[in-house]
């Protein structure tokens, strides 16, 4: 087969890649390509296998192992490590156990306890963990087995008139079973269908996606691709064309005032969801979304919920859509829509999980709606993360496919709303989320670091990340700022998910340049910050600027006028600009300004710096005040940071050795001369240790943790120790 056998899905194998690999890196390689194209499986979705022969390193002998994709992680992005290993022989002897059983079958005791049985069935001492599907893999007797979530497979399955749409649409090549939550006894009902019927190349799983088998790897795959093919080629031919979800109801807003309302919009709306749990959004604006929140059919689809069981983890059983007439109706009334709309989102889901839940379930989750349709404008999806929002964006909008293709050819229908529920609130889920580590301390927030360029700002930068904040490196160099998101992107991932309209689509760490003498360049960054993450929590300004006067001690006016520009004016502007998007969010955060030992210590030679500094550190109380009590604001006073810093360049470290009579070279690298001159002041210091960009950035952090969520108005002085600057 070629790639030009399909126009559905890309054709991606290539033997000249594929020969070069030993067996398990050739399923690792067809698990890869399968999972680059969303047509096939979503992010996260689908499993692969192999069973190959290998040596038993105990016996020596030639063993059939399973070698199935695992809990977790992603096919697109999977590597050997995401793979279990299973004795064959020992994972069949487990049907021994669980036939033991007195009540067996779907959701029973002994099935849930067959997943921790798989460990004991290791091969190789692989610490992979074996996931729900791994029977659907190990009791198919052929060698390879893919397992897909395809859009045009999913719609026959999310079909009223399903079995029937299978025969139709695969003759008697693919079989169907009805939906049945993954596990053991899905695996044996499996096998039974195809020992009824050993004709059977694979099967459409109801309300699910697609399995199917052969006995070499690349047979597989290719029987997979072209059982997605003709499904699509089916619908194709069965679209509705412009009368899909029952024509179009609403016009799209332009771009430009999509993004003027996204601006308005998302703070509001964010601080609405995050009552809870605080999340960070992603925009996600196609033609296909905006058809579909355009359309006539929207609200009683969208109601209907998401079907395929990976899909409605993350999307919720449902979306919350505003019927909100874009052309008609102003931003107040989609407001007051969106907030009506989530008080009774929030009390059907409690509806739902009360008619649901059995004695044992796990206490309700958050109720708000993880995905926001609003017409003219497109989906607002909302996770604990960047990554998270963005796999919940691409699983709604593969949602939308499936709904557009089941609607073409038939009529969609959800899981059944208890089905939904023992999937959602499995216990086995539980168990997944409760083992996974706690939160880190700035998780949930969009940090903006003003100054992250370089110096503390960048240190800054690299200590919030650690902390699992989402970072907006900003800078009056666009380009250094870009280059701290880029370590960070490199140190941290870009994370899952493909979603996320322009800059919405980024990970969790950007780059944009801010000059903050200006209000309008404020402006336009805290615009991109809102559409990226959806809001802004902690921000911390760590730009500053030194001038010295020339030998005689002349400062002309304009350095003058810059000093206060960016040491005063600056942190106000932006502290006044982020208070609006603050009091739309009413969410807690806080605000750092960095000022200076120098801001207490008189001296000569540094007036307009010096008072500068003051001038911020009162404004710092004030701001504490005006801003109280959503914003906790505090300053943070460095002295001689000499390490890496922009404050000391290379000529002021000169002339500052020179002035201190301290031995230096001329050949030295500025880094050497700083060190001298570090060493120097840190003799000044009542600690005497140099001061570091590290010691800043950790001061930084902790002021915005919430180790500090009581301080505020407050200086915290980061000087080694240095009398003459206590604050009194
Ligand atoms: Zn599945």
């Given at each position: 087969?070629?790639?030009?056998?399909?126009?559905?899905?890309?054709?991606s194998?290539d033997?000249?890649?594929?020969?070069?690999?030993?067996?398990?890196?050739?399923?690792?390689?067809r698990?890869?390509?399968?999972?680059a194209?969303?047509?096939i499986?979503?992010?996260?979705?689908?499993?692969?296998?192999?069973?190959?022969?290998?040596t038993?390193?105990?016996?020596?002998?030639?063993?059939?192992i399973?070698?199935?994709?695992?809990?977790?992680?992603?096919?697109?992005?999977?590597?050997?490590?995401?793979?279990?290993?299973?004795?064959?022989?020992?994972?069949?002897?487990?049907?021994?156990?669980?036939?033991?059983?007195?009540?067996?079958g779907?959701?029973?005791?002994?099935?849930?306890?067959?997943?921790?049985?798989?460990?004991?069935?290791?091969?190789?001492?692989n610490?992979?963990?074996?996931?729900i599907?791994?029977p659907?893999?190990?009791?198919?007797?052929?060698r390879?087995?893919?397992h897909?979530?395809?859009?045009?497979?999913?719609?026959?399955?999310?079909?009223?008139?399903?079995?029937?749409?299978?025969?139709?649409?695969f003759?008697?090549?693919?079989?169907?079973?009805?939906?049945?939550?993954?596990?053991f006894?899905?695996?044996?009902?499996?096998?039974?269908?195809?020992?009824?019927?050993?004709?059977?190349?694979?099967?459409?799983?109801?309300q699910?996606?697609?399995?199917?088998?052969a006995?070499?790897?690349?047979?597989?795959?290719?029987?997979?691709?072209?059982?997605i093919?003709?499904a699509?080629?089916?619908?194709?031919?069965?679209?509705?064309?412009?009368?899909?979800?029952?024509?179009?109801?609403?016009?799209?807003?332009?771009?430009e005032?999509?993004?003027k309302?996204l601006v308005?919009?998302?703070?509001?709306?964010?601080?609405?969801?995050?009552?809870?749990?605080?999340?960070?959004?992603?925009?996600h604006?196609?033609?296909n979304?905006?058809q579909?929140?355009?359309s006539?059919?929207?609200?009683r689809?969208?109601?209907?919920?998401?079907?395929?069981?990976?899909?409605?983890?993350?999307?919720?059983?449902?979306?919350?859509y505003?019927?909100?007439?874009?052309q008609?109706?102003s931003?107040e009334?989609?407001?007051?829509?969106?907030?009506?709309?989530?008080v009774?989102?929030?009390?059907?889901?409690?509806?739902?999980?009360?008619?649901?839940?059995?004695?044992?379930?796990?206490?309700?989750?958050?109720?708000n709606p993880?995905?926001?349709?609003i017409?003219?404008?497109?989906?607002?999806?909302?996770?604990?993360?960047?990554?998270?929002?963005r796999v919940?964006?691409?699983?709604?909008?593969?949602?939308?496919?499936?709904?557009?293709?089941?609607?073409?050819?038939?009529?969609?229908?959800?899981?059944?709303?208890q089905?939904?529920?023992?999937?959602?609130?499995?216990?086995?889920e539980?168990a997944?989320?409760k083992r996974?580590?706690?939160?880190?301390?700035?998780?949930?927030?969009?940090?903006?670091?003003?100054?992250a360029?370089?110096?503390?700002?960048?240190?800054?930068?690299?200590?919030?990340?650690?902390?699992?904040?989402h970072?907006?490196?900003?800078?009056?160099?666009?380009e250094?700022?870009?280059?701290?998101?880029?370590e960070l992107?490199?140190?941290?991932?870009?994370?899952?998910?493909?979603?996320?309209?322009?800059?919405?689509?980024?990970?969790?760490?950007i780059?944009?340049?801010?000059?903050?003498?200006?209000?309008?360049s404020?402006?336009?960054?805290?615009?991109?910050?809102?559409v990226?993450?959806?809001?802004?929590?902690?921000?911390?300004?760590?730009?500053?600027?030194?001038?010295?006067?020339?030998?005689?001690g002349?400062m002309?006016d304009?350095?003058?006028?810059?000093?206060?520009?960016?040491?005063?004016?600056?942190?106000?502007?932006v502290?006044?600009?982020?208070?609006?998007?603050?009091?739309?969010?009413?969410?807690k955060?806080?605000?750092?300004?960095?000022?200076?030992?120098?801001?207490?210590?008189?001296?000569?030679?540094s007036?307009?710096?010096d008072?500068?500094?003051?001038?911020?550190?009162?404004?710092v109380?004030?701001?504490?005040?005006?801003?109280?009590?959503?914003v906790?604001?505090?300053?943070?006073?460095?002295?001689?940071?000499?390490?890496?810093?922009?404050m000391?360049?290379?000529e002021?470290?000169i002339?500052s050795l020179?002035?201190?009579?301290?031995?230096y070279?001329?050949?030295?690298?500025?880094?050497?001369?700083?060190?001298?001159?570090?060493?120097?002041y840190a003799?000044?210091?009542?600690?005497?240790?140099?001061?570091?960009?590290?010691?800043?950035?950790?001061v930084?952090?902790l002021?915005?943790?919430?180790?500090?969520?009581?301080?505020?108005?407050?200086?915290?002085?980061?000087?080694?120790?240095?009398h003459?600057?206590f604050?009194?």
């Amino acid at each position: 087969m070629k790639s030009t056998d399909f126009q559905h899905v890309n054709y991606s194998w290539d033997d000249s890649v594929a020969d070069q690999l030993d067996v398990v890196e050739r399923l690792r390689y067809r698990s890869n390509i399968l999972g680059a194209d969303q047509r096939i499986t979503n992010t996260g979705g689908g499993n692969t296998s192999s069973k190959i022969k290998m040596t038993d390193p105990l016996s020596g002998a030639e063993v059939d192992i399973l070698w199935v994709k695992g809990s977790g992680g992603d096919l697109r992005t999977s590597t050997r490590a995401n793979f279990a290993s299973l004795y064959m022989d020992k994972f069949l002897s487990l049907e021994n156990i669980y036939n033991k059983a007195e009540v067996k079958g779907v959701k029973t005791e002994i099935e849930d306890s067959m997943v921790d049985m798989y460990r004991h069935t290791t091969f190789g001492l692989n610490p992979a963990a074996s996931s729900i599907d791994t029977p659907l893999h190990g009791l198919i007797p052929f060698r390879h087995v893919d397992h897909m979530h395809p859009i045009s497979a999913i719609a026959i399955a999310a079909s009223k008139d399903q079995e029937g749409l299978t025969q139709e649409v695969f003759g008697g090549e693919v079989g169907w079973v009805p939906w049945q939550r993954p596990g053991f006894d899905l695996g044996l009902v499996m096998r039974d269908e195809l020992e009824k019927n050993p004709k059977l190349k694979g099967l459409i799983m109801g309300q699910h996606g697609l399995i199917n088998w052969a006995d070499d790897d690349r047979a597989c795959y290719e029987l997979t691709l072209s059982l997605i093919e003709r499904a699509a080629l089916y619908i194709e031919q069965h679209d509705k064309g412009e009368k899909t979800f029952g024509g179009q109801k609403y016009r799209s807003l332009d771009e430009e005032a999509q993004n003027k309302l996204l601006v308005q919009l998302l703070p509001k709306l964010r601080g609405m969801v995050s009552q809870q749990n605080r999340f960070i959004g992603t925009v996600h604006v196609t033609e296909n979304v905006l058809q579909f929140v355009n359309s006539v059919d929207a609200p009683r689809l969208a109601e209907i919920g998401t079907s395929c069981p990976d899909h409605f983890l993350r999307t919720k059983i449902k979306p919350l859509y505003v019927d909100w007439n874009p052309q008609k109706e102003s931003v107040e009334s989609l407001l007051e829509k969106l907030e009506a709309g989530l008080v009774k989102y929030r009390s059907d889901y409690a509806a739902y999980y009360e008619a649901c839940k059995h004695p044992n379930s796990p206490a309700m989750r958050d109720p708000n709606p993880t995905v926001i349709l609003i017409p003219g404008l497109g989906l607002i999806a909302w996770g604990k993360n960047k990554s998270e929002s963005r796999v919940t964006a691409e699983f709604y909008s593969l949602a939308i496919e499936v709904m557009r293709s089941s609607e073409a050819i038939s009529e969609y229908q959800g899981l059944p709303r208890q089905e939904a529920f023992d999937i959602e609130y499995w216990l086995l889920e539980e168990a997944k989320l409760k083992r996974m580590p706690p939160e880190k301390e700035m998780a949930r927030n969009a940090v903006v670091v003003i100054g992250a360029g370089s110096g503390i700002g960048k240190a800054t930068a690299h200590r919030i990340a650690k902390e699992g904040a989402h970072v907006v490196c900003a800078d009056l160099s666009e380009e250094t700022a870009q280059e701290t998101a880029g370590e960070l992107i490199k140190a941290y991932g870009l994370g899952i998910g493909v979603a996320g309209t322009g800059i919405s689509g980024c990970g969790p760490a950007i780059g944009l340049g801010v000059d903050i003498t200006k209000r309008e360049s404020i402006k336009s960054m805290f615009e991109q910050v809102i559409v990226a993450y959806g809001g802004v929590d902690n921000i911390i300004i760590t730009a500053g600027i030194f001038v010295s006067p020339d030998k005689n001690g002349y400062m002309p006016d304009e350095k003058w006028a810059l000093t206060y520009a960016i040491n005063v004016t600056g942190p106000y502007l932006v502290a006044d600009e982020a208070k609006l998007i603050w009091q739309a969010q009413g969410l807690k955060t806080s605000l750092v300004i960095t000022t200076s030992a120098n801001g207490a210590v008189a001296k000569q030679g540094s007036v307009a710096y010096d008072t500068s500094k003051a001038a911020a550190n009162h404004m710092v109380r004030e701001l504490a005040i005006e801003l109280s009590p959503l914003v906790r604001v505090n300053g943070l006073a460095p002295a001689t940071v000499v390490e890496g810093s922009n404050m000391f360049p290379r000529e002021r470290v000169i002339s500052s050795l020179a002035k201190y009579k301290i031995p230096y070279d001329e050949t030295e690298t500025t880094e050497s001369l700083r060190e001298k001159l570090a060493l120097f002041y840190a003799q000044r210091t009542l600690t005497k240790s140099p001061i570091t960009l590290a010691d800043q950035a950790e001061v930084a952090y902790l002021l915005c943790s919430s180790k500090f969520s009581k301080t505020t108005g407050q200086i915290i002085s980061v000087d080694g120790g240095l009398h003459e600057a206590f604050l009194r």
